[in-house]
């Protein structure tokens, strides 16, 4: 995996050149250097980049596949995008979305009152909101005044009592109304682990019976002219394309039969999210079936197929991707702290006069390994470490005989690896799983990749230097929470490799790729870890580095945290205080000495200071 699989998940933003990872634009800036640059502003700890042109990317092509297959397919219906506030709400982000899909008419989707206000505030003019989830009378008094204030803005419902409320309201609030959708409950759902969404049994949408029912409600009440949309989602990160078609094919139905039934103002139908990307290193584990070309006829073709077929208009399309548009704007950047198995170096032999015979063989083997006996004697290097390991537990050797034994395997063990490269593929890494190196990396994967953790989803992770030298540790990686589920465990299936690297020396930099959707707001601060610092880089030709770093912004200090957590900050500065001045162990000065200190650790932030260079 000599390039990590960039080829796979990369999308071709990123390049490798002189042994870094370089941004795929303008003068091809390398992360390592944009890191190092926030870094000499004393900035410490993980650091999220945020690439305005992978949002445009992402945007510019959703678009232009949809107007292609519209072409291809002489659709007559529009193409219509919003953007799901809840796959990242951070105004890093938000706001260059928002700005950057302007020409589109790119809109936003709500699920939630705070996000329909975010949404009222900040969406371009004209273009579209949709309003999804549980509504009470408050968020569809807030969706009114959205249309009040001249707002685009469809409120889908989820069940009949909310369309009784929005009936209500509607009698009571001015003229200017929402449209209306009705979420649709499809047999169809997806295939993968966010699958929920769709299919008969989920938490959201109306039965058949149910939407007979709402056309009927609206006709009593005078608003059936305001139902304009059906909508469905059958889940995000749809990894295989058929069942997609099946739901589109059951709302295309459902569509047409609807407006047979007198709801003339029905144009368009919402396909929600589900848009996939590809998260896998590897080809044998590929994370979906489709291309978004593939998508965009998919959809195109069959709308129109069954349009046709019931002689009814093409509708409007309505698409809420979400992860595919965010994703891959944002790479988590974290510094190696440490490698558990670093000390095993020639410097940390300690050899007696007169060795056990195993210990000498295994420095035997070590000095005389070459490419043509590298494998055997790895072999015979691990048969004498059990060895050897069973001699101590039985008293036999002592603990200057156990401390060579692991400084020699681990020594044999980078030779070997190094010398067979890619060779004897199968053998090292059944070895390489027995002999992980742990890389202690400064972030929380709860806070920072809390999917992993939840359901196991896995990101691409490379180093952001050394990308022309091998990898030679196979790595489990560590997170810096208590918690031993913070760990990224070497996984034969979908394993990393990585460098063998002295931090003391230069700073090892990991990048965690693809974490812009729905990494950021799930986060949990475990530990009193929080959101990382964050910046926003913009690719620019003018300036002679080539990027500009906008928008910097620290993770929070300790106070601000214990603040959030609704904790009394004062009090706990009069706490620390208080038990300052009274220990006796102090003297004055050092008391002053002291308190300066816990100022200091107040106001920074939570993430630790890596040792060695990180350190200066
Ligand atoms: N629309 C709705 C109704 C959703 O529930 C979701 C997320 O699950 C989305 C859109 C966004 O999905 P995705 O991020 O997979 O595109």
Not at 114 to 126: Q, V
Not at 522 to 551: Q, W
Not at 583 to 608: T, V
Request: aromatic residues 10%; proline residues 4%.
């Amino acid at each position: 995996m000599g390039n990590y699989g960039l080829n796979i998940w990369g999308s071709n933003n990123f390049v490798i050149e002189n042994g870094k990872v370089c941004i795929n634009k303008g003068m091809k800036p390398a992360l390592y250097d944009i890191v190092e640059e926030i870094r000499k502003g004393d900035i410490r700890g993980p650091i999220l980049l945020r690439f305005p042109h992978l949002i445009k990317k992402q945007i510019d092509t959703v678009y232009n596949s949809f107007r292609k297959a519209k072409v291809e397919f002489h659709y007559n219906g529009e193409f219509n995008a919003v953007y799901p506030l809840k796959v990242n709400q951070y105004p890093g982000f938000v706001k260059n979305l928002v700005e950057i899909g302007k020409p589109y008419g790119y809109g936003l989707e709500a699920g939630s009152k705070a996000e329909l206000l975010l949404a009222m505030s900040y969406n371009n003019d004209d273009a579209p909101i949709t309003v999804n989830g549980f509504k009470d009378k408050e968020m569809i008094n807030i969706g009114f005044i959205a249309a009040e204030m001249g707002h685009n803005i469809t409120l889908t419902i989820e069940g009949l009592n909310e369309l009784e409320s929005i009936i209500e309201t509607a009698g009571e609030r001015f003229a200017p109304k929402p449209n209306i959708g009705l979420r649709i409950r499809l047999h169809s759902s997806g295939i993968g682990i966010w699958a929920k969404s769709g299919g008969i049994n989920s938490k959201f949408g109306l039965t058949s019976t149910e939407l007979i029912k709402a056309v009927s409600m609206l006709k009593d009440a005078g608003l059936l002219e305001y139902f304009t949309m059906i909508h469905f989602h059958i889940g995000s990160q749809i990894t295989d394309i058929n069942p997609l078609k099946k739901a589109l094919r059951e709302a295309g139905n459902i569509y047409a039969e609807l407006r047979k039934m007198g709801a003339h103002n029905l144009k368009a139908i919402n396909l929600g999210g589900g848009l996939a990307i590809e998260y896998s290193q590897y080809k044998n584990t590929l994370n979906r079936n489709y291309t978004l070309a593939e998508y965009a006829n998919d959809v195109v073709f069959l709308l129109k197929t069954i349009a046709n077929q019931k002689q009814e208009p093409e509708p409007d399309i309505f698409i809420e991707s979400g992860r595919y548009i965010a994703a891959s704007h944002a790479i988590l950047i974290a510094p190696v702290l440490e490698l558990f198995s670093q000390e095993y170096t020639e410097g940390k032999l300690f050899l007696k006069e007169k060795n056990p015979p195993l210990v000498a063989e295994l420095l035997d083997l070590y000095r005389s390994m070459k490419p043509g006996n590298a494998l055997e004697y790895l072999h015979d290097s691990i048969d004498h470490m059990e060895s050897l390991l069973t001699l101590f537990d039985l008293g036999y050797i002592d603990l200057q005989d156990r401390s060579n034994t692991e400084v020699l395997v681990n020594l044999v063990i980078k030779r070997a690896v190094s010398m067979l490269g890619d060779k004897n593929l199968t053998e090292i890494m059944d070895i390489q799983e027995r002999v992980q190196e742990r890389y202690l990396v400064n972030f929380s994967l709860f806070q920072s990749l809390p999917d992993y953790w939840g359901i196991g989803q896995t990101f691409p992770v490379m180093p952001l230097d050394r990308l022309d030298e091998t990898p030679t540790r196979s790595a489990s990686l560590w997170d810096i929470t208590c918690d031993s589920d913070g760990e990224i465990g070497f996984n034969l299936n979908n394993p990393l490799f990585l460098h063998d690297v002295d931090v003391t020396e230069r700073n090892y930099f990991l990048g965690f790729f693809l974490v812009g959707a729905y990494q950021e707001v799930l986060g949990m601060s475990h530990n009193l870890f929080t959101h990382p610092t964050e910046a926003v880089i913009r690719i620019e030709d003018k300036d002679p580095k080539g990027y500009v770093v906008e928008g910097l912004l620290e993770s929070q200090c300790i106070q601000d945290i214990l603040e959030d957590m609704d904790y009394d900050v004062r009090e706990i500065q009069d706490n620390l205080h208080e038990r300052i001045e009274k220990s006796p162990l102090i003297d004055d000065k050092q008391r002053k000495h002291i308190l300066g200190e816990i100022y200091l650790f107040l106001n920074d932030n939570g993430y630790l200071k890596t040792i060695g260079k990180e350190g200066e």
